[in-house]
């Protein structure tokens, strides 16, 4: 498995942007898929955004397709999700995690420990 810790989480006014980073540990993080996932209180985890371990294919859930833009840079073991035009509906924590097949969310092994994302409206 490999450890991972997110950063950049924090409260914005609807139509603003935050950038969330996953800092993850070990050699071998450019072979794990990345995924970003969040649950808001009460409700399901959602299988946000994610990204292949070459960068060459992405998933974005219909609720942030053309907002969100999932990226990741292998030679600094990061995973990043840069989120514009936010709304209140995406206020939850966010979670980061490592996988072996991009776009099935259950191939997600490795969990970061959530950053909370609040959007006033």
């Known amino acids: 498995q490999v450890q991972l810790v997110e950063s950049g989480g924090g409260l914005v006014q609807a139509g603003g942007s935050l950038r969330l980073s996953c800092a993850a540990s070990g050699r071998i993080f450019r072979r794990y898929a990345m995924g970003w996932f969040r649950q808001a209180p009460g409700k399901e985890r959602e299988f946000v955004a994610a990204i292949s371990w070459s960068g060459g294919s992405t998933y974005y859930i219909d609720s942030v397709k053309g907002r969100f833009t999932i990226s990741r840079d292998n030679a600094k073991n990061t995973a990043s999700l840069q989120m514009n035009s936010l709304k209140p509906e995406d206020t939850a924590v966010y979670y980061c995690?490592?996988?072996?097949?991009?776009?099935?969310?259950?191939?997600?092994?490795?969990w970061g420990q959530g950053t909370q994302v609040t959007v006033s409206s």
């Open positions: 995690a490592a996988g072996w097949d991009y776009s099935d969310r259950n191939s997600y092994d490795s």
